[in-house]
């Protein structure tokens, strides 16, 4: 049974460019959601997916817009990249019948704007 | 404002003796608080979770307590090897949904020394 997985591993980008990332839930979990954790900081909550909708937000700009596709997985996307965008992207899921407590996360993608 | 503060910010202990971090927390409503293990650049994994009524809850050498009513909790790491060096993330829920909000902690880092 796999776990959450993330693609890419790294990312290299320019400022100004743009940003896709991905995320495969957990086998039986419908609900991602995304974070955004610098370094030496704890994850924070950009938003979240289930029924290929975003239910929640966090406090991000637009530049940062996501998508759900039918099997569950989901993309972050990011535009007009900045400096301030490097980070760890965390994805995390969770079955939406059950607490959100549950969340498991996946390996995180690693972005390096330059 | 809802608020997850851990202590200390870093720790730095030898191989085979005990440690314990901190966390507090001002979330409410309160659903769970779940410790999580960090490895440097990859995604958290979970350790314990415990709710409203658990006041301990043990996962092999790592044990989380819980004081709901002082908003508390505590992971005491027992016999410390030198694999537990990472950072420690504190997680509070405030519903017990997929439509509740997860709080991070900043974690504390800590280093395990031969």
């Known amino acids: 049974d796999a776990g959450v997985t993330q693609s890419p591993t790294h990312l290299i980008k320019t400022r100004g460019q743009q940003v896709t990332l991905r995320c495969s839930p957990k086998?039986?979990?419908?609900?991602v959601s995304w974070y955004q954790q610098a370094l030496g900081q704890g994850p924070q909550f950009i938003f979240q997916?289930?029924?290929?909708?975003?239910?929640q937000r966090g406090n991000f700009p637009d530049r940062f817009s996501g998508h759900q596709f039918p099997n569950y997985s989901s993309e972050l996307n990011v535009n007009a990249l900045l400096l301030g965008d490097s980070a760890l992207y965390l994805c995390?899921?969770?079955?939406?019948?059950?607490?959100?407590?549950?969340?498991?996360f996946g390996p995180g993608t690693r972005l390096t704007v330059t | 404002k809802n608020q997850v503060e851990q202590s200390p910010q870093s720790l730095i202990i030898l191989e085979g003796k005990n440690c314990t971090l901190q966390?507090?927390?001002?979330?409410?409503?309160?659903?769970?608080l779940r410790w999580y293990k960090q490895d440097t650049g990859r995604g958290p994994v979970s350790l314990t979770i415990?709710?409203?009524?658990?006041n301990t809850k043990s996962n092999g050498r790592y044990t989380a307590t819980l004081d709901a009513d002082t908003k508390q909790s505590s992971l005491h790491i027992t016999a410390s090897q030198l694999s537990d060096s990472a950072s420690y993330i504190c997680?509070?829920?405030?519903?017990?949904?997929?439509?509740?909000?997860?709080?991070f902690g900043r974690g504390t880092q800590l280093t395990v020394w031969p």
């Open positions: 997916y289930y029924e290929e909708e975003e239910r």
């Open positions: 997680v509070v829920s405030d519903r017990g949904s997929t439509l509740g909000r997860l709080y």
């Open positions: 966390c507090n927390y001002t979330v409410s409503p309160f659903s769970n």
């Open positions: 415990m709710t409203f009524s658990e």
């Open positions: 995390a899921s969770s079955p939406r019948d059950r607490n959100v407590g549950e969340q498991y």
């Open positions: 086998s039986g979990h419908d609900t």
